[in-house]
């Protein structure tokens, strides 16, 4: 701990550097009112302010240059209840103060040069409640509190009084309290509180630090009822001790602090005037104390709270604490510390047999020898014991001998915080069946917890085991025997692999309601991390490295760790690096009420990734890159939040970007957006950069509406162009093939139909260059039998036709024309300037079935669209054949070509 008298340098260090940083404490220039309330405090005033509110209730004028209160400056406010002129330089209170202000309770006149202190000065203040006068230096002269009828408080400490008399008479009847501190009373006389003995309220004394040496027999029992007594710092000696607690043995003292009065050594006999006494509440701390005499507390039967912090206690044995057969609360916080020139403290075994009613050991921060099987032997009550921060050896591998004494205890809450536990071994809480709390943090674990080492607390609740020195692993048992658990905090305590199980550990905690794994560098767990926990209301993963699980490019896809927490109240996820949320990452958190996701790389959000949290009232988005607040991605959570904290991001100071939250912000309570000035500043454009958002004009956003019509109109007209345009140039055959069938059945002009009632004498009017002769030959002719007969133009053409006319006359016997495609024939231009066109209008007249083609080659689609002015899309699939390369395949080839001759020529839909 500090020394005292190095605070005030420290605190000279810590506001220059606050200065140099240009963050100082903004200085305050004229006086704060609210609620009633008026704060004129370290203002410099040397006068009452006159321009207050007439009906404030309270005035602080604390910390100024005032050498005076009169009553004509304080008569405006005569509302006044509580005044406060202290730390000033006021000589003295002026008798018409309280006359101005009939309600006055509370008086503070602390601090200042106040010496002579009359009854006039004080006759109209009858209704005051609490009066402190203390550090100054007060003279009374003749009954100054005599008109105080209803004081209860009242404080004249530190005015170097030489005496407890305060008067001769009897006054003060409503006194509660009663401070004589820091004061030069070395003596209590007989009669000292007579001018109290009327006051049957007095309940505290306070004689803090004041030399007293001599006490008279008899001098508190004017004050008998008195219930506490404070004597911290007052260096009496063990031999005035005994005298005190002689002189209280008539008293209704149940509180005694003696803090601070160098007790080194306590006897047998210094609290034997305390034992008829219903004394229950006694402070030892803070006296250097070494040794305490077996029985010292022997006549404290009925005391329940002993301190004894802060001693330096070197050994406790079983008469150490005989006769506390009530005590219930034991604190030996640093009582029991080991330093360079003395040995580790002692205790010895039954040393706490004799506390049988003892339900709380506070044993932090002490050095023990050792920790025997014996040691808290005969705590039958004992409910929690504390022995955090301590150093005791046997705590380093803790076995289930470890704690053995504690057998008999009813124990439910254990600390065993900061000492240096390097291994749990199996079965070492075994016999603390009743434990409910389990504290842990700040040890040297490192092992794999395999579940057996909580075995036997089926009753624990919570187990606390953050900020390990070591590195914890965890099995998918490692929790199995604790299966009632509700607080599980393991932060800053595992390896980073250790959640990454097949099996979730924290599966059997169906009850779990709060989970911290915060600080742990985590980078990959499993989508079943939180299966079956409904019960878990707060989970904290901030400070990990959960970035990649969230990303879309991740192997197999975002984990959504979160769907087994549906119940979830406060999520906290900062400092993970997250620049992405998918879209189904917070699905189904319906009753969330705080997210928070600060001091991440977030910018980019998705429209929906929030549209579930109506429930949020705290968002915590500080410190990341977000540039813009759109009511597509905010509109949900922002609806009933109390607090938002988004400082600190690069905002774009746009109306795309901004205006729709500067409109939120504008109608929302300014005080649930903390920092709103001076930490919300724009980072572009260049017109704002450095600029609150508060100062973003809205109304230049206005003009943008018109536009923004225009905007939609040019953009729709300019797209359909384009796509129109793409259309006709890659697709315009289609349309003007469609449209002409469209035309010919509308007016009629096609006769598919008459045709289809008619004989036809070949299935195939076949169109070939002559190069390709001898393939039509060898392929296509064999197929000819009594159902499929092909009319060749050289062939089975009339003797004595006219050539054209013998084509068209030969065209109409046939069902289909078939084309049997090479680059030959794209070059016959006797194909290309009667026959293809012919083809082409029984494909607009008839149907898309009435043409077949035989590719021999591989023709491009373009070129068979200029010589044959067809194209493979004007045809139906199975009209459009490909010659095989492999000769396995030709009978399937013949298939499909009787197929596609032997199909009715009207179109199937």
């Not at 260090?13 to 309330?37: D, E, F, N």
């Not at 001599?214 to 005298?243: H, W, Y």
């Not at 404290?300 to 070197?314: M, P």
């Not at 990341?624 to 938002?644: D, K, Y």
Request: proline letters at 4%; one cysteine or more; charged letters at 20%.
């Amino acid at each position: 701990m500090r020394p005292p008298r190095l605070l005030p340098t420290w605190a000279a260090i810590v506001c220059l550097c606050a200065v140099a940083r240009g963050v100082a404490p903004p200085k305050k220039t004229s006086c704060r009112v609210q609620g009633g309330r008026a704060d004129c405090s370290h203002l410099h005033l040397s006068a009452v302010p006159a321009d207050l509110p007439g009906g404030i209730t309270s005035l602080d004028l604390s910390h100024n240059t005032l050498t005076a209160i009169g009553a004509a400056a304080l008569g405006r406010y005569a509302r006044l209840t509580r005044l406060d002129v202290s730390f000033n330089s006021i000589s003295r209170v002026e008798g018409g103060v309280c006359a101005a202000l009939p309600s006055l309770q509370s008086l503070h006149v602390q601090h200042n040069e106040v010496h002579l202190l009359r009854r006039e000065d004080l006759s109209s203040c009858t209704n005051l409640t609490l009066l402190n006068v203390a550090s100054n230096r007060l003279k009374l002269q003749g009954e100054p509190f005599s008109v105080l009828q209803k004081l209860k408080y009242l404080d004249v400490s530190k005015n170097k009084l030489a005496s407890a008399k305060l008067g001769s008479e009897p006054q003060l009847p409503g006194l509660v309290t009663l401070s004589l501190g820091h004061n030069d009373i070395s003596a209590l006389k007989k009669d000292d509180f007579s001018f109290l003995n009327q006051s049957s309220f007095l309940r505290v004394l306070n004689l803090s630090s004041v030399p007293l040496k001599t006490l008279e027999p008899g001098c508190f029992q004017p004050i008998a009822r008195l219930r506490s007594v404070i004597l911290d710092g007052s260096n009496m000696g063990t031999a005035a001790i005994s005298k005190l607690c002689s002189e209280l043995s008539d008293t209704s003292v149940d509180a005694l602090s003696l803090r601070k009065m160098k007790l080194v050594t306590l006897l047998n006999t210094t609290f034997t005037g305390l034992q008829n006494t219903q004394l229950s509440f006694l402070d030892l701390s803070f006296n250097g104390l070494g040794r305490i005499e077996e029985g010292s507390f022997a006549s404290l039967s009925r005391l329940q709270t002993l301190v004894l912090s802060d001693n330096n206690i070197k050994h406790l044995t079983k008469g150490t604490f005989r006769g506390l057969k009530s005590l219930k609360k034991l604190q030996l916080t640093r009582a029991l510390v080991k330093s360079r020139t003395s040995a580790t403290p002692i205790i010895d075994d039954f040393s706490f047999q004799a506390l049988p009613n003892l339900q709380s050991l506070i044993l932090q921060n002490t050095a023990v020898r050792e920790i025997t099987e014996n040691t808290f032997t005969g705590l039958t009550s004992l409910t929690e014991l504390d022995m955090s921060w301590s150093s005791y050896t046997s705590f380093k591998n803790i076995t289930a001998r470890t704690l053995v004494s504690l057998a008999g205890s009813p124990l439910t809450k254990l600390n065993l915080a900061g000492t240096a536990i390097v291994e749990i071994n199996a079965g070492s809480f075994s016999v603390l069946r009743n434990l409910t709390t389990l504290v842990l943090d700040n040890n040297y674990i490192k092992q794999t917890l395999t579940g057996r080492e909580f075995e036997g607390l089926a009753q624990v609740r919570e187990i606390h085991m953050s900020n390990n020195h070591q590195t914890v692993n965890l099995s998918s048992a490692a929790f199995a025997h604790v299966p009632n658990l509700r607080i599980l905090t393991l932060g800053k305590s595992l390896r980073s692999t250790a959640l990454n199980l097949e099996s979730s550990p924290f599966k059997a905690l169906s009850d779990l309601s709060v989970l911290d794994l915060s600080n742990n560098n985590i980078a990959n767990i499993r989508a079943n991390l939180l299966e079956g926990l409904a019960s878990l209301k707060v989970l904290k993963l901030q400070h990990n490295n959960l970035a990649r699980l969230w990303k879309s490019a991740n192997r197999g896809g975002p984990v959504l760790f979160l769907e087994g927490a549906p119940n979830l109240l406060t999520l906290q996820m900062d400092s993970n690096g997250l620049d992405e949320i998918p879209a189904e990452a917070l699905r189904g958190l319906s009753r969330l009420r705080e997210l928070s996701l600060a001091e991440n790389l977030l910018n980019n959000l998705k429209d929906s990734v929030f549209d579930g949290l109506e429930s949020l009232r705290i968002f915590n988005l500080q410190k990341n890159l977000i540039t813009a607040v759109r009511p597509q991605v905010f509109g949900t959570p922002l609806s009933n939040l109390s607090l938002l904290d988004m400082a600190k991001n690069p905002f774009d100071c746009t109306c795309e970007s901004i205006l729709w939250f500067v409109n939120w912000l504008n109608s929302t309570n300014m005080s649930s957006v903390p920092a709103l000035r001076d930490q919300y500043m724009c980072n572009t454009p260049l017109a704002y950069f450095n600029r609150s958002v508060m100062e973003f004009d809205t109304q230049s956003c206005k003009d943008m509406t018109p536009f923004q019509a225009l905007y939609i109109l040019t953009s729709t007209a300019v797209m359909t162009l384009i796509v129109s345009a793409l259309l006709v140039r890659f697709h315009g055959w289609r349309i003007q093939f469609y449209w002409t069938i469209l035309i010919n059945r509308t007016l009629g002009f096609g006769d598919a139909k008459g045709a289809e009632g008619r004989q036809f004498e070949y299935d195939a009017y076949v169109i070939h260059a002559s190069e390709d002769a001898g393939w039509v030959d060898r392929r296509l002719l064999p197929l000819e039998d009594a159902q499929c007969r092909f009319c060749l133009q050289d062939r089975d053409a009339v003797v004595g036709t006219p050539y054209l006319q013998s084509v068209l006359d030969n065209m109409r016997k046939s069902r289909k024309i078939l084309f049997v495609v090479t680059e030959s024939l794209l070059r016959d231009r006797w194909c290309r300037r009667f026959k293809a066109h012919h083809a082409y209008h029984e494909v607009i007249e008839s149907n898309r079935d009435s043409v077949v083609l035989i590719f021999l080659q591989d023709v491009h689609d373009y070129k068979l669209s200029c010589s044959l002015l067809l194209r493979r899309g004007m045809l139906r699939p199975c009209c459009i054949l490909e010659w095989p390369v492999h000769k396995e395949r030709v009978p399937a080839f013949h298939q499909k070509l009787l197929k596609a001759l032997g199909m009715t020529n009207r179109l199937q839909e």
